[in-house]
């Protein structure tokens, strides 16, 4: 919850779930849980508050971003968005996002997301009672949580959702793989039992043979050829750790990958702003020098036309055009020199020749 806040939506199921299964503890199961809910949750939302006067911070505006207003990674970049007119097109952007990302997540999220096939078994024993009213009970739990975690992963869906297609951290319905497969397995056996196989080694072969078959999207990834563990482009750690060493532990890098500069350079980085004029300026005069910007591919791979030269690409898109085919850079620009051993792939500019300190060392 604390690092995930779309997990605090669960508490919605948890409570109708006490509400229906609580029996002669329903009242006391809901306000115990409510209690303990607001407990945990109540000091990170203060210590939001005082930092920056959102109890969910940036997080709290994932509901309106991949929306007219603010399309991609417009919002996060911005250092005074304008929420101006949010509200006039507020509900038919919420209803387009929910419709076009419900119909994404029915037809290629939710036939996959276990890994394999046993979530078919799982979908089938929905219409089969259990003996076991826990049982029953839990099943129909992961159905309430499905109901509420589908409409909330739809809504909150942002950019981070385009950069990887099946595995990243808002597909929240991966939180019941788990559980869906248990279920599923279950049901497997239930009628495999049916079946009433008495030869021991025939049914044993039948084991076998399902479990290959169960397992087959996760063997087929260890044939060759094997892919690099490396997400190139634009990750390659031991560049982004070079790089991030051209710099001192105080200095700013400004880039399209901040976590990654973050992460594998451990150095303090803030995302490419809007334009490289007149909100640049206001991060390196007003915040903070920049004194390295490194573009990727995640900005120079975008698609030319909607992107690079409409979009919300367009100002860097030039920009990066002008430098790689020209050589030529704004007027008064501060960063005017750039490491050639990146180009063309990506663009590294810093306010002296780092890379050359670095050699010498």
């Known amino acids: 919850m604390l690092t995930q806040y779309s997990f605090g939506f669960l508490f919605i199921p948890v409570l109708i779930f006490f509400i229906i299964y609580g029996r002669s503890y329903r009242v006391s199961s809901v306000l115990v849980f409510a209690l303990v809910f607001i407990v945990v949750i109540s000091p990170w939302l203060a210590r939001n508050i005082a930092i920056c006067g959102k109890p969910f911070g940036t997080q709290g505006y994932a509901i309106i971003q991949e929306t007219s207003k603010f399309s991609d990674n417009a919002l996060d970049r911005e250092l005074r968005p304008d929420f101006s007119g949010v509200n006039r097109v507020y509900l038919d952007d919420l209803a387009k996002k929910l419709t076009v990302n419900l119909h994404k997540i029915l ?11 046993l979530a078919a078994f799982f979908l089938a024993g929905l219409i089969i009672p259990y003996k076991n009213p826990v049982v029953s009970a839990l099943r129909n739990f992961i159905i309430l949580s499905f ?39 279950a049901l497997f056996f239930i009628l495999l039992d049916q079946i009433n196989i008495q030869n021991q080694l025939i049914k044993n072969g039948v084991l076998l043979f399902s479990a290959v078959i169960f397992c087959l999207p996760l063997l087929i990834t260890f044939l060759p050829p094997r892919e690099v563990p490396v997400a ?34 451990k150095h303090q980085a803030i995302s490419l702003t809007p334009d490289p004029k007149e909100s640049f300026f206001r991060v390196n005069d007003v915040i903070k020098p920049v004194n390295g910007i490194y573009i990727t591919q995640v900005t120079m791979d975008s698609a030319f036309q909607t992107k690079l030269l409409k979009g919300i690409e367009r100002f860097w898109g030039k920009f990066v055009i002008d430098i790689i085919n020209k050589g030529i850079l704004p007027t008064g620009f501060p960063l005017k020199y750039a490491w050639s051993d990146v180009l063309p792939d990506q663009l590294l500019l810093a306010d002296w020749e780092r890379w050359k300190w670095a050699e010498k060392k």
């Open 147 to 185: 109901v509420t975690l589908i409409p909330v992963m739809a809504l909150n869906q942002t950019w981070l959702s385009t950069m990887s297609r099946d595995v990243h951290s808002e597909n929240i319905v991966f939180w019941l793989a788990p559980i869906v497969i248990l279920y599923g397995a």
């Open 232 to 265: 190139w482009p634009p990750y390659y750690p031991p560049l982004i750790k070079q790089i991030s060493g051209f710099f001192k532990n105080n200095e700013l890098i400004m880039t399209d990958i901040p976590w990654a500069v973050a992460w594998y350079g």
């Open 107 to 117: 037809t290629d999220v939710l036939p996959g997301f276990t890994g394999n096939w």
